[in-house]
T-cell receptor, first 115, second 110 residues
Framework: EAGVAQSPRYKIIEKRQSVAFWCNPI?????LYWYQQILGQGPKLLIQ????????DSQLPKDRFSAERLKGVDSTLKIQPAKLEDSAVYLC?????????????FGPGTRLTVT | GENVEQHPSTLSVQEGDSAVIKCTYS??????FPWYKQELGKRPQLIID?????GEKKDQRIAVTLNKTAKHFSLHITETQPEDSAVYFC?????????FGSGTKLNVKP
């Protein structure tokens, strides 16, 4: 089974620039999560999709962050404009939630550095 | 929402010793508790999990215990090896969301 794919793996931008991240979940997984992981901390949920609908985006800074999951498969996360404090690893994860399975699978992450 | 606290933040043990990491949670509705291992620069990987209807689960050298009354769960690693060195995260699943602890950096000294 192929894992969760993310791109790019690394990105360096200047503050006030824009950036977009892409995630391809495991085939058939209905639930997709975007997390922000700041160095030395645990992952923090930004947004959760169930198919192409948003389940939770309460911690997404909506003035600068946006995300979409068209067709309920791939997803993109955008930051516009970026701030220094956005420097972090952005992790995408997916889960099946079929039956009694809760397990989520993480992608390799995108390391964003804002200078 | 749920609040997960994890201790200690760093743990150093000698190879062959046991390591214990503890987490507490606040919402009694949480019903699934996974543990992840994250090596430097890599993705978190699930190493063991436990559901709220089970008190203990073991998989070779690792085990997880859950005390629902006290709202805490622990990861136990026996006979530690240098390759166990990593950051470990606990999480609690509550109303379709995962809440993560702040992580424990485990260093196993050869």
């Amino acid at each position: 089974e192929a894992g969760v794919a993310q791109s790019p793996r690394y990105k360096i931008i200047e503050k006030r620039q824009s950036v977009a991240f892409w995630c391809n979940p495991i085939s058939g997984h209905a639930t997709l999560y975007w997390y922000q992981q700041i160095l030395g901390q645990g992952p923090k949920l930004l947004i959760q999709f169930q198919n192409n609908g948003v389940v939770d985006d309460s911690q997404l800074p909506k003035d600068r962050f946006s995300a979409e999951r068209l067709k309920g498969v791939d997803s993109t996360l955008k930051i516009q404009p970026a701030k220094l404090e956005d420097s972090a690893v952005y992790l995408c994860a997916s889960s099946d939630r079929q039956g009694s399975s809760y397990e989520q699978y993480f992608g390799p992450g995108t390391r964003l550095t804002v200078t | 929402g749920e609040n997960v606290e994890q201790h200690p933040s760093t743990l150093s043990v000698q190879e062959g010793d046991s390591a214990v990491i503890k987490c507490t949670y606040s919402d009694s509705a949480s019903n699934y508790f996974p543990w992840y291992k994250q090596e430097l620069g890599k993705r978190p990987q699930l190493i063991i999990d436990i559901r709220s209807n089970v008190g203990e689960k073991k998989d070779q050298r690792i085990a997880v215990t859950l005390n629902k009354t006290a709202k805490h769960f622990s990861l136990h690693i026996t006979e530690t090896q240098p390759e166990d060195s990593a950051v470990y995260f606990c999480a609690a699943y509550d109303f379709n969301k995962f809440y993560f602890g702040s992580g424990t950096k485990l260093n196993v000294k050869p």
